[in-house]
């Protein structure tokens, strides 16, 4: 039997390392192709350990293996053909800098759900203030949810996801508000981006938290009376990074978020009010 010991660093492993892959069982001739994990620049190898037993699944002749030594020397009969430093490992790097049609569906969906590369793939979708806000109001999303006894993981993923498609242009917005989204192209465009991000998290992340992917589609109107919808609004609105002393209301909210919620909502009407923009009925709340 020849194996190829197919070792990468995998981080994370892309439809381009299949490809390798199934190109070593071709051109080596080879039984099988085991999948090594290289830990010596990362030792955590969990993540990437579990998203390769996805993108491998359907492959009979594909295997993961976590120590290559141990098998050579308990099968010594065998032909053994080791393979490191792989050029797929370069569509990694392209991933991570939001080319993440690189990546096959199921393991797209493993890493947006689990939050992985999540900083460095949203540095890629927006500038450097809107990232820094993104940040900040994650960091709020998290320390909200820990004084409402809410999940922490869930609320920082929907704080540094909400504005994942606020830098896209108005052109851009509106083709996906006509094709996906006409029954609600009559709000304002300033909230269009979050109905977008929700289609695009859904559909091209593969986002699968319902409630993480609900409070992002209501983030800028604050119309959803689901707690982590309503965790976004707030925590998005009292930002500390905007240009008002916000202390007062963040307090309230990391003791009750509901009482939190009224408050912000209130503000943010009279604050629209006063400015001529606000309109309930055509959804201009939440510029």
């Not at 290559?68 to 392209?94: A, F, G, P, T």
Request: net charge positive; glycine share 4%.
């Amino acid at each position: 039997m020849r194996i190829v010991i197919y070792i990468s660093a995998f981080d994370p492993i892309t439809k381009p390392h299949i490809e390798t892959a199934k190109k070593f069982l071709k051109n080596e001739n080879a039984d099988l192709v085991c999948f090594y994990v290289d830990s010596t620049n990362n030792s955590d190898t969990y993540h990437r350990e579990q998203m390769i037993k996805l993108a491998i699944k359907p492959y009979r002749k594909f295997v993961l293996i976590n120590n290559y030594q141990r098998l050579m020397r308990k099968n010594k009969e065998y032909e053994y053909i080791i393979v490191e430093n792989d050029e797929s490992d370069r569509y990694s790097d392209l991933f991570k800098s939001g080319k993440i049609s690189v990546v096959e569906k199921k393991v797209c969906s493993y890493i947006f759900n689990n939050g992985l590369y999540a900083k460095k793939i949203m540095s890629s979708y927006i500038n450097e203030d809107r990232f820094k806000h993104c940040l900040s109001v994650a960091d709020l999303c998290l320390k909200i949810a820990r004084g409402n006894n809410l999940d922490e993981y869930k609320a920082y993923l929907i704080g540094l996801y909400h504005d994942i498609a606020k830098d896209l242009k108005k052109e851009e917005l509106s083709i996906y508000m006509n094709i996906y989204k006409p029954y609600e192209i009559d709000y304002g465009y300033p909230v269009w981006h979050q109905y977008v991000g929700y289609y695009y998290l859904k559909h091209t992340c593969c986002l699968r938290h319902k409630k993480m992917l609900k409070a992002i589609r209501h983030h800028c109107l604050g119309d959803d009376s689901d707690t982590y919808s309503k965790l976004i609004f707030v925590a998005d609105k009292l930002d500390p990074l905007r240009n008002y002393d916000s202390s007062k209301e963040i307090e309230i909210a990391c003791k009750d978020l509901n009482k939190a919620f009224k408050i912000v909502k209130s503000q943010n009407k009279n604050y629209l009010e006063s400015r001529g923009v606000y309109d309930c009925d055509n959804g201009r709340d939440g510029l």
